[in-house]
Structures are given as structure tokens and as C-alpha cells.
């Protein structure tokens, strides 16, 4: 279930961190690894996907240490539809909160007492 729900909210998790400043793909990586398991090979389709939609833009710049890298912008579009997301995730917490909440008040059988 795990691996479900993170397919399922990693753009809005990349769109975040594009919120607070342009990145390139090894950094997204890197950031996200700090709460979440994820891969460069997972990254890398999410980006073209992500600029396919319009919700980032690239653009390049040199490096000392290699060739230019590619930087990752968050697009208007992709930070109404971050919020867009935003709102439906924390609705949907809160219903799945209502539902625990609902069942701990029950006996463990699940007939209310």
C-alpha cells in the first residue's frame, strides 16, 4: 500500500519542493530521500512527465565539474495544480482520519457498544 500511495502523491511531493526554489533531478533525489525512499530512475520519467504537463519548465546551467544541468522551474500552471493537490490530499487525511477515529471508538469486533 505504501508503494501506492507515494506513485500517487510523489508529484505533489515534487511539486513541493520546486515551490521553494528551482532544482535539478540528483537534488530532487536527494531532498526527497530525506523522508521518502526514492531513485534517480524513478525521477527522471516523473520530470518529462511533469514538463510534458506544463507544470515545470527546464532550462541549463554550466558547471565546473561536468557538463551543464538541467534545472527544473515550477511553471504557473504547476503551482495551481500543486495547490489544486494539496486541498484534495488534505481532504482525503482527513477522511481516512475520520474513518480511524471512527473505528477506535468501536469495540475491536467492530459493533459499536
Known amino acids: ?23 535539478y533531478a540528483y537534488e530532487l533525489v536527494s531532498t526527497l530521500s530525506k523522508t521518502m525512499e526514492i531513485s534517480e530512475g524513478t525521477i527522471y520519467p516523473l520530470m518529462r512527465r511533469l514538463q510534458t504537463e506544463a507544470w515545470v519548465s527546464t532550462y541549463l546551467v554550466e558547471s565546473s565539474s561536468g557538463p551543464p544541468r538541467k534545472y527544473y522551474s515550477l511553471t504557473a500552471l504547476g503551482r495551481q495544480s500543486l495547490e489544486a493537490m494539496q486541498v484534495e490530499w488534505r481532504e482525503f487525511v482527513n477522511e481516512v482520519n475520520g474513518v480511524l477515529a471512527l473505528v477506535s471508538t468501536q469495540g475491536k469486533s467492530g459493533d459499536p457498544q
Do not use: F, I
Open 1 to 23: 500500500m505504501k508503494t501506492q500511495l507515494k506513485k500517487g502523491t510523489l508529484d505533489m511531493c515534487v511539486l513541493a519542493v520546486l515551490a521553494h526554489g528551482d532544482s
